[in-house]
Every structure is written in structure tokens, then in C-alpha cells.
């Protein structure tokens, strides 16, 4: 027998004498257990009072070496306190708060330094404490005691950076292992510890202690509760109140270690092992008396929810008054977050699970609903039109693409997962409705806003329109463009089934939109008239109406009744503008005009040059016009100065005596020459005019007897001329009554007849709409007239 062991009075005298120098180091080392259980509960033999591979018993065995004697076991009577009663009380007595009293702690873990190595209850318990432990490390994948005993091993320090470079590349394969579907359930004690300690154990997240005694708990109440029957003592109904209470604390502790695991995942890492084992042996015994009635995987489940929900409500959202792009900010910082906690999920966490619990997928669907109804929280703000599309666009587009659920970073195992959002029912389409609304309105003041800047920088100070390859055209129907056909552009990558519903949103806000610029037009510029400048404005809104209309026939195809409804509300605009600008130049020559064919006209050419100015003046206006009116203005206005030139003639203002009708002939066909050429420049459509001044010049220019041989080529250009209108013409050749007049009217009867009125195209109706004044009939025969007369008086 050891010589030691004899006395054991004064080996507790050496321990006494001893104790100053270790304290210090025992104290330490005691923080230094507890903390490194909370880092990991993975070694939980290791922190056991009774394992040989505690570090605390490597620290009494240097202080022994350094002390002149070794000290003797002491005596193997037990106190109220000892392990010995039971392995689990004792390990749930070893996990107290670190601000427990220091001096209990170490006093409890000196103990075993006092045994008897004879003790056989120290021998038994042990045995136990070993086989428990190897239980656990079967479980958990805990490493094996020599692996303990290796890392427990100090290393001089100056071979410490090579192992730790080694410990952390074996951490990191580790981690990446997956977690065993197959597990054994740890020996569940005999007796529990009190609901008070098993509450403090869950406090303190010692979960599989606290768990293990619960089942110890639940498995004493299932046997009372067998024995008693329906009769059921008051006790037995206090201890399941307690499993209620317990088991309650314990799923809410998990249900936070969850919902905190994506955001602390080194501090939660460890303790999702059990969690998940928790849950396992739950769900086993889910039909077993004395548990919680709902499933702990859906509490589970719901707690991941809840941690997503904190990582979206933390994600930074700025007002919109703070910031003009609060939304797209936001919605950036949401997919950077989304990402980066699957890209936790996909690296840490999920290999604290088994397999069965799908955590990968489980978080995604959580991130799909939790967005869902994020995102509908966010929609009473969005009020502007950039906003509501950036929402759309993360919607659509952005949330599954490789910028968030498609990230490269979440592959292979995102590629099983479905990418899409779930939205509450209808408010995608809600969305897209106001989305359309949201087109129009913003159509409206861009509309309005034309208007205004159309206002501030032309009519206001009297700008000269602005010319493009000759032509006066405005911006504003490129500006128009553009917008529509970036809202057009914009809605197609959003959805192709919007674009449509957007076009009809433009046109249907454009359709209003030529009468309103009318309207605001005549009001600024209406004292203008009838300027230069007030002309050009008319010709620069022509040509502007007119090229907005063809950029919008580009959607003649998808919205063919809005486009036409647009289409002829510009017709009716540009109408309205040539029909002022004609009704002008009317007003303009209408003097001139009028002066022709008198006395005056025949010796002065003033009144012509007048005329010919205005012309010369409507030309280079029409030089300005886009060919698809100019024709059709300077065609009107041609038929008009042609009528009204040729219509002189018919009222017998002026007769020409004393062969002035040679000198009035070659006069007309001067000037009709020139108003030919005018007419030819500015693309008139009505050629067939140009005949009219020239046969009519050649017969005023005619002796007598010659006219009735140049009427044929009058007849024939235009079979509209009669006998009223040849009267007039020879009225005013100097050619009133005689033979001559009579053969002259008898030949145009007859050239007439020849014709036939069936050749009279309607769409060259010259002389049918001339006026002629003088009364044919009386002066073309005074004297049968007369006769006539008197024979029905008599």
C-alpha cells in the first residue's frame, strides 16, 4: 500500500498548504472549462468532473510534480453534493453560470482529487461516465479520447502555428461533411433533476442535458400515469403541468437558437446539432403522452421564418423624401442580403442538420414567402412610375436571376429549388394595373409639361421655330416619341402581355393632346396673325402633327382602333391649321385679285406684282411644309387664285375698245405664265389649270372672225365652260352683239355637243363654280328680246 494513502490528515494538510499556489490556476482553469463548453458542446466528456481527459486534471498533476510530496486521495465518504449520487446531476451541477460563486466550482471539481483510488463507486461511476461519453461521440461524430488527449497536448510555442494551420483546415472539411440521417439517443438517467434544474439547464442552452432529463421526466410521468389509470392524483397532474411548462421553455430556447442561427452563426453552430436531434426524438415520440401536442418541425420551421423576417426588417429602407431612389436602394440591399444568408445557409448551417430537414430549401421558401409579403407591405408607398417599375422589374426579373436566386454562389443546390416569389393572389395583376394607370397619368404631364415648355421657349419671346433639313418642325414630337417609346420598351421587359395595355395608356392619353395644344395655342399666339412668324408657327405644328402621327402608326399593327383615333384627331388638327393658313392668304391677295381685269390693270402692273409677291411669299412657306400637305395646300390654293384670275372676266367690270383685247390677250398670258411656274414649284397636284389662262388669252386675243375657230381646245380642257361664260368672255374681248357673237355662241353649242357632258370630270369643275354677273341672254340678242317682249304686251 502506498505510504501516502496511510495519512490521509495530513495529505489534506499539504492540499490545504498547496492550495495558495494553485488557486489561482484553479480558479482559471474552472472559467476556462466553462467556456469552452459554450464555444462547443462537442466534448462533453471531456467536461465531465470525472473524466480522466479533463484539462483540470493535467493542471493538478503539474502542481503535484512541483510539490515536494504527492498528495493522498482523500476520504471516500460521500457529501450531500457528490457525483457519485448521480452522473447527470452531476454534469448538470458542472454547467452553472459563470457569476456562480468561484469558490463552490472549484471546491466541486477538487473533490475527485480527494478520493480513494480503492473507492470502488469510483471505479463504477467511471466506467459509466466513459461508456456515456462514447456513447456521445457515436451520436455526435465527437472525436475520439486519443484525439482528445492529442489536441489537449501543449505544444512549445514555437511549433503552434503549423498545428492550428492544420486544426483549421480540418475544421473546414468538417464542416462540410453532412450530418448522419441515424443517431443513438444518449442513456436517459434513472432519476431527472428537479424541473428547476432542468430549467436552468435550458436557460443556460444546455440542451441535451436538459432534454435527456426531460425524457427522464416524460417517461416517469408515462409510467405513473400507466399505474394510476383514469384516476389520475393531484401529483400526477402538477408533474404534467411541468412537463408542459418544460417543454414549452425548452422549444421556445430552440425556436430562438433558430431564429438566431443566420445571424450568429459561430455562436449558434454547436448548438444546432442538438437542436435537430431535439426535434428528431420529438417527432418520434410525438404520439407518446406528456409532450407538446403541435409538430416541432413546424415550430422549427416557423422559427427559420422568423429569422429571415429579422434579416428582411433589417435591411435599411430610407424615406422617399430622404431619397429619390429609396426603392431601388432598398431592393439592391434586400438581393445582397438574400444572397448572402442562403450563401450561409449553403456553407455553415445546413450541415448542423440532418439531411431529412431540407434546411437549404427551407430557407429559401421562407425567403420567397417573407419577401412576398414584404413586398406588399412596401406597395402603399410606391407612388411615382420609376418606382412602381423598379418594383416590378426585382419582381419579374431581378429576384430569379443570377443577381439573387440564380447567383452562382447558390448552385447546384438553388438549381432544384423553384426561383419565384409567392405573392398573395392578385397582386401581381394589381401591380401591373396600376403600373398602366401610373403610364397614363405620367403621360398626361409630360403632355402638359409639352405645352408649357412649348410656351416658355417659342410663343412667349416670339422664337423662330427651329428648322431641320429645311424644314420648320418642333421637338416636342420627338420628345413624345422617345417617352412613348421608352414606357413601350420598359413595360416589354417586364411582361410582353403589358406592352399592349401600355401602348393603349399612351395613345388613349395622346388622343386628347392635339386639341388641348390648339386650344393653348390660339390662346398666346392668336394676336400674332397674320405676321410672318405667326405662319410659320402653323407650318412648324403641320409638319410637327404630322411626324408625331407617323411614329405612332408604328403601332398601327398591336392597337389599331387607338392608333386611328389618334390619326384622326391629328388630321383634324392639321386641317384646322392649313384651312386658317389658307383662309389668310385669301384675306392677303383677295384685293389684288380683284383688281385684275379692269382698266387699270391693263395699263399698271402694280397690282399684279402684289400678287405675285404673295405667291412668291406662299412658296417659300410651302418650301417649309412637309410633302405630304404641301401639295395638297399649294393645290388649293392654286384652284383658288386660278378661279378667282379667271373669274374677273365674268364680271363684266371692263370692255376692251380700239384693239385693246390684243394687249389684254398677251397681259393674260404674261402673267398666267408666271402664275403657271409659281404653281409648278410649289408641287400643286392640279395641272390641268394651266390651260385655262392660255386659251382664254388666245381667243380675247383673236380678231372676230377668228374666235370661233380657237374655242375647241376651251371646250375640250374644260367642258364645264358655257354659253354664259363665253358671253362674258367676249364682253369683255370688245365682242357684244352681231353676226360674229351669234356664230361664235353657235359654235361653242355645237363644240359642245360633241363633247357630251358625260366627260366632265367632277374633279376639275372650274367654270360650273363661277359666278357670272351679266345677263346672257339680253345681251347676246337685245333685239329678238325686245320684240319678244312687246309681242307678249300687245
Not at 251 to 265: A, E, G, L, Q
Not at 428 to 456: A, F, N
Request: hydrophobic fraction near 35%; charge should be neutral; charged fraction near 30%.
Amino acid at each position: 500500500m502506498n505510504k501516502s494513502s496511510e495519512n490521509p490528515e495530513e495529505d489534506r494538510v499539504s492540499l490545504q498548504s498547496d492550495g495558495k499556489m494553485q488557486a489561482n490556476g484553479v480558479a482559471k482553469e474552472a472559467l476556462g472549462v466553462l467556456q469552452t463548453f459554450r464555444r462547443s458542446i462537442r466534448r462533453p466528456a471531456e467536461k465531465s468532473p470525472r473524466s480522466p481527459n479533463r484539462k483540470e486534471s493535467k493542471v493538478t498533476s503539474r502542481a503535484e510534480s512541483e510539490s515536494p510530496s504527492s498528495l493522498p486521495p482523500g476520504s471516500p465518504s460521500l457529501s450531500a453534493g457528490s457525483p457519485a449520487a448521480s452522473p447527470l446531476k452531476t454534469r448538470g451541477g458542472f454547467f452553472q453560470k459563470k457569476d456562480e460563486d468561484l469558490t463552490d466550482m472549484t471546491q466541486h471539481k477538487r473533490k475527485p482529487l480527494a478520493r480513494s483510488k480503492t473507492d470502488p463507486n469510483m471505479s463504477k461511476l467511471t466506467d459509466s461516465l466513459l461508456k456515456k461519453g462514447s456513447s456521445l461521440r457515436r451520436s455526435l461524430r465527437f472525436p475520439s479520447k486519443k484525439e482528445n488527449d492529442k489536441a489537449a497536448r501543449q505544444e512549445p510555442p514555437a511549433a503552434e502555428a503549423l498545428p492550428e494551420m492544420r486544426e483549421e483546415k480540418e475544421t473546414e472539411v468538417e464542416e462540410m461533411e453532412e450530418m448522419e440521417e441515424l443517431y443513438t439517443l444518449p442513456e436517459i438517467p434513472h432519476t431527472p433533476l428537479s424541473v428547476m434544474q432542468i430549467n436552468k439547464l435550458i436557460e443556460m442552452e444546455v440542451l441535451e442535458e436538459a432534454h435527456l432529463n426531460l425524457l427522464a421526466m416524460r417517461l416517469e410521468f408515462q409510467k405513473e400515469q400507466q399505474q394510476t389509470g383514469d384516476n389520475s392524483p393531484m401529483e400526477l397532474a402538477k408533474k404534467e403541468k411541468d412537463l408542459a411548462l418544460l417543454y414549452t421553455d425548452l422549444r421556445k430556447k430552440i425556436c430562438t437558437i433558430v431564429c438566431d442561427s443566420n445571424s450568429f452563426p459561430a455562436r449558434n453552430k454547436a448548438l444546432l446539432v442538438h437542436v435537430a436531434r431535439i426535434i428528431q426524438e420529438e417527432e418520434k415520440r410525438a404520439e407518446e403522452p406528456g409532450g407538446l401536442p403541435d409538430s416541432w418541425m413546424e415550430a422549427w420551421r416557423e422559427a427559420v421564418s422568423q429569422g429571415v423576417q429579422v434579416k428582411v426588417n433589417g435591411v435599411h429602407l430610407e424615406k422617399k423624401e430622404h431619397n429619390s431612389s429609396w426603392l431601388a436602394v432598398h431592393l439592391g440591399l434586400l438581393g445582397k442580403t438574400i444572397v448572402e444568408d442562403l450563401e450561409n445557409v449553403k456553407r455553415e448551417l445546413r450541415w448542423s442538420y440532418p439531411p431529412s430537414f431540407k434546411v437549404f430549401s427551407t430557407y429559401v421558401k421562407s425567403y420567397h414567402r417573407i419577401i412576398g409579403q414584404h413586398l406588399r407591405k412596401l406597395e402603399p408607398q410606391v407612388t411615382e412610375l420609376k418606382d412602381l417599375y423598379a418594383l416590378l422589374d426585382w419582381i419579374l426579373n431581378k429576384y430569379k436571376s443570377e443577381k439573387i436566386m440564380g447567383s452562382f454562389s447558390l448552385q447546384p443546390d438553388m438549381a432544384e429549388e423553384s426561383a419565384d416569389l409567392q405573392l398573395q393572389e392578385g397582386f401581381l395583376k394589381q401591380l401591373l394595373e396600376k403600373y398602366c394607370c401610373k403610364v397614363k397619368e405620367d403621360m398626361s404631364v409630360l403632355l402638359d409639361r409639352v405645352i408649357e415648355l412649348e410656351h416658355e421657349t417659342v410663343w412667349k419671346d416670339k422664337t423662330e421655330p427651329q428648322r431641320e433639313d429645311n424644314l420648320l418642325l418642333s421637338l416636342f414630337p420627338m420628345d413624345i416619341w422617345t417617352a412613348v417609346k421608352g414606357k413601350v420598351d420598359h413595360s416589354g421587359k417586364l411582361d410582353p402581355d403589358l406592352v399592349k395595355k401600355v401602348i393603349v395608356s399612351c395613345l388613349e392619353e395622346l388622343k386628347s393632346f392635339p386639341r388641348k395644344f390648339e386650344t393653348q395655342f390660339k390662346c398666346h399666339c392668336g394676336a400674332l396673325q397674320p405676321q410672318p412668324l405667326w405662319t410659320d408657327y402653323h407650318i412648324t405644328y403641320i409638319n410637327s402633327f404630322q411626324a408625331l402621327q407617323e411614329h405612332m402608326a408604328a403601332y398601327q399593327d398591336s392597337c389599331p382602333h387607338e392608333v386611328e383615333g389618334f390619326k384622326q384627331e391629328v388630321k383634324g388638327l392639321i386641317v384646322r391649321l392649313m384651312e386658317v393658313l389658307e383662309e389668310q392668304f385669301k384675306e392677303d391677295v383677295k384685293p389684288f385679285l380683284r383688281r385684275m381685269m379692269t382698266r387699270k390693270w391693263l395699263t399698271n402692273d402694280d397690282d399684279f406684282k402684289q400678287l405675285d409677291g404673295r405667291i412668291q411669299q406662299l412658296s417659300h412657306h410651302c418650301d417649309s411644309m412637309r410633302p405630304p400637305h404641301v401639295k395638297e395646300f399649294a393645290s388649293r390654293l392654286h384652284y383658288y387664285v386660278v378661279k378667282e384670275y379667271v373669274g374677273q372676266l365674268m364680271k363684266n367690270n371692263y370692255s376692251c375698245r380700239n384693239r385693246n383685247h390684243e394687249k389684254a390677250g398677251a397681259k393674260i398670258n404674261e402673267q398666267w405664265n408666271k402664275l403657271t411656274d409659281l404653281f409648278d414649284d410649289m408641287k400643286s397636284r392640279h395641272e390641268w389649270l394651266h390651260h385655262v389662262g392660255l386659251d382664254l388669252s388666245t381667243i380675247i386675243g383673236q380678231n372676230k372672225a377668228d374666235i370661233k375657230n380657237h374655242l375647241q381646245p376651251l371646250v375640250e380642257h374644260y367642258p364645264d365652260f358655257s354659253k354664259k361664260h363665253l358671253v362674258a368672255v367676249l364682253y369683255f374681248r370688245g365682242l357684244q352683239r352681231g353676226r360674229e357673237h351669234r356664230l361664235i355662241l353657235q359654235k361653242l353649242t355645237a363644240l359642245r355637243k360633241e363633247v357630251g357632258s358625260t366627260s366632265t370630270d367632277r374633279g376639275q369643275v372650274l367654270f360650273g363654280d363661277m359666278q357670272v354677273t351679266a345677263n346672257t341672254d339680253c345681251l347676246s340678242n337685245p333685239l329678238f328680246s325686245c320684240l319678244s317682249f312687246l309681242q307678249t304686251h300687245s
